[in-house]
């Protein structure tokens, strides 16, 4: 299996290999596999790959959901400077946020051809595997890697769509961010918490310091 040739395990997690004390080599591969099988292949982006099948999509969500340790006995755990890689803007818009924004699918399509009176109820058939990874993938995040890794999938996502939480409907960014807590935590939490808060803001202000379409409003 690849994994277990791009991983080696530490600790009862699987992180990548390293080559000469550095992940580069092993990130590089995992790049090329998300940009040249994940978003080329599987999810038509590349030219003559044609419109992805819902199975081609299934799969996509899967290698997807192994790589950022969700939904797999694997248990791997990325560097956070690879999470870029595997949420990129193509990856997050085409696995996540069409599938969990899609109005009707397969099933609602059949539902309305028979004459249902509640097929707007019908979800897209991958909605509900798409919402469970990414429960999954929030809760893989542990203490040990408390703030950096929340904030890489959280910069992920939002770069990708800064209202993910709104058009997906779920709490991902601020479960990650932790806005959704109304119970007192230990001193300790609530100084990584702020922490947390603080680097978000910084990536905030470095956002729109950057943004090409502020510097061509004038």
Known sequence: MVWLYLTEENDGRRQLCKVKG????????????????????????????GSPSNERKSLALQIVS?????????NIVLPTESISNVLSSDVVER??????????????????AAGSDNGENIQHHLKSLTSTILSEMVQHCSDEDFIDRRLAIVKAL??????????????????????????KDSDEVDSRRGELWDNYLSFLEDEILTASTLHNAN
């Open 22 to 49: 550095s992940y580069a080599e092993y990130s590089a591969i995992v790049r090329n596999i998300i940009n040249q099988v994940v978003v080329d292949r599987l999810l038509g982006k590349g030219e003559t790959s």
């Open 66 to 74: 192994t790589l950022m340790g969700a939904a797999s006995n694997l």
């Open 95 to 112: 696995v996540f946020l069409n599938v969990l924004c899609a109005s009707g699918g397969i099933g609602m399509k059949r539902s309305k």
């Open 158 to 183: 939002i770069s990708a769509d800064p209202r993910f939480d709104v058009r997906t409907k779920t709490q991902t960014v601020s479960t990650l961010l932790m806005l959704d807590h109304n119970t």
